[in-house]
């Protein structure tokens, strides 16, 4: 578990050209859906290029804890045996998440129409964050959850002894959400249907075609109709785990702000679910080329070619963009900040359950970084001071967030004076090469001797 136990200051100052390849680590979303699919299908799931950050070593633990058998044979490369849909043993010990509410919410889905008992638990992060999101649907399937007030962790929930299938129009743009709602439809008869007027990722309903499930997908006047047939046969696969594109945005976003960076960062998925900020980057004028497109593990993956071309231009973001770049928009207000003219982002109040307030956390930032920021509940707008316009001197606040911590080092990279962040250990649960990495490219990020 991260956080404040041991908190690990860092620190990045304005650096020199960033040049090389940056492999990122595995898709943090599909490896969560490779270790539980895999745990529910009959039979050894193989998988490659496995995350191996600390939501997912979670995750990995999970399983174990519902009765599958998973090991690691090298970096990356994985097994599971799977005990089969309805299958899962009763933990015997509280399940810890750690900072992850992917994991939490789709193992939820995973064991509630089984009938078990399980008690969940997270870090200070986790347990801020709702539940409820999760339990309503699954008391429709029969399950019961008693949580702390506000529905937050630690919960117990009960699975459901006779699950009834379930059709549920999904309140909020929330893939976690429709994919616990799928999870828990696999070990309920007849047909479980999800509506999202908005279309999220689709990992999960492309990975459980891939593990032999009836689904089905289309578009209807009230959105995205997804259709799933309960209690099929999960068969066993061998998934490889595509580069993470929220991981590949921050040196991308960092060789646009560092005068004279050339980058490759290969084998991104380019899942169009997920290439929101890509195509705002390229909005603000940003030189971004996608070579030898091709298909990896049923996702659709580039090499993606990166080129610093001076100053970009502030944008508004369609809000209908939201879900394809929600977990990015962090780094793009750091992005705005470099920029000319206005950066506009609405429709983005999710950001403020996420692991932490992200419009908080990252206004807060700017605004101690000497940018100006406006903000309302389902607003950020940054006022871009241009590329090498950002004062800097601060240290912001992370607040159990990797994704916080890795956006103010990027902007730190091209500020006039450094910007630290006060916890950087965060990054280990999505980007543990993270400081590596980007060193390696030549940027200077740094701890901070206590
Ligand atoms: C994820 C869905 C998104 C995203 C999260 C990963 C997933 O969350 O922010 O990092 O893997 O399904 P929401 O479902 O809350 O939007």
């Not at 595995?26 to 539980?36: E, P, T, V, Y």
């Not at 990995?60 to 804890?65: E, L």
């Not at 050339?262 to 996608?290: F, H, K």
């Amino acid at each position: 578990m991260s956080g404040h136990d041991n908190p690990i200051p860092m620190t990045a100052r304005r650096s020199g050209p960033l040049t090389g390849v940056a492999e990122v680590p595995g898709d943090k979303s599909i490896s969560h859906r490779a270790l539980i699919l895999g745990a529910l299908a009959v039979g050894e799931t193989r998988i490659t290029g496995l995350l191996e950050g600390e939501d997912v070593l979670d995750t990995a633990r999970a399983m174990r804890a519902f009765g599958a058998e998973v090991t690691r044979h090298a970096p990356g490369a994985w097994s599971v045996h799977g005990v089969g849909v309805g299958g899962f043993a009763e933990p015997e010990a509280v399940i810890d998440c750690g900072n992850s509410g992917t994991g939490v919410r789709l193992i939820i889905g995973a064991m509630a129409t089984t009938p078990i008992t399980a008690t969940f638990t997270g870090d200070a992060s986790l347990s801020k964050r709702p539940m409820g999101r999760i339990t309503d649907p699954m008391a429709l399937f029969g399950a019961r959850a008693y949580g702390r007030a506000g529905g937050r962790l630690p919960m117990t929930i009960v699975g459901a002894a006779a699950p009834v299938p379930v059709r549920y129009a999904t309140p909020m743009p929330s893939a976690q959400v429709k994919s616990a709602v799928l999870l828990a439809g696999l070990n309920a008869p007849g047909q479980t249907q999800v509506i999202e007027r908005e279309a999220t990722r689709d990992h999960s309903e492309r990975m459980l075609r891939g593990f032999g499930a009836e689904i089905s997908t289309e578009d209807t006047p009230e959105g995205r109709l997804i259709t799933l047939t309960g209690q099929p046969e999960l068969r066993p696969q061998t998934v490889a785990v595509p580069r993470d594109p929220s991981s590949a945005a921050f040196p991308v976003c960092a060789a646009l702000l560092v005068a004279g960076s050339e980058i490759t960062v290969p084998g991104v998925s380019q899942n169009p679910t997920r290439n929101g900020l890509y195509t705002t980057l390229i909005e603000m004028g940003a030189d971004i080329a996608y070579e030898s497109p091709r298909e990896e593990g049923g996702e659709p993956v580039a090499d993606l070619r990166v080129r610093f071309t001076g100053a970009l231009k502030g944008v508004e973001v369609p809000p209908e963009r939201a879900a394809s770049m929600i977990d990015e928009y962090p780094v793009l207000a750091a992005v705005a900040a470099c920029a000319t003219g206005r950066t506009v982002m609405r429709g983005v109040k999710e950001l403020r359950v996420k692991e932490s307030d992200r419009i908080d956390a990252m206004a807060r930032g700017l605004e101690a970084c000497g940018v100006t920021v406006e903000e309302d509940e389902d607003t950020l707008i940054v006022h871009g001071r241009g590329p090498d316009g950002v004062p800097g001197g601060a240290t912001c606040a992370s607040h159990l967030d990797h994704r916080i911590a890795m956006s103010f080092l990027v902007l730190g990279l091209a500020a006039q004076q450094p910007i630290g962040v006060d916890d950087g250990s965060p990054i280990a649960t999505s980007f543990p090469v993270f400081e590596a990495l980007m060193s390696g490219l030549g940027a200077t990020i740094s701890r901070v001797d206590g």
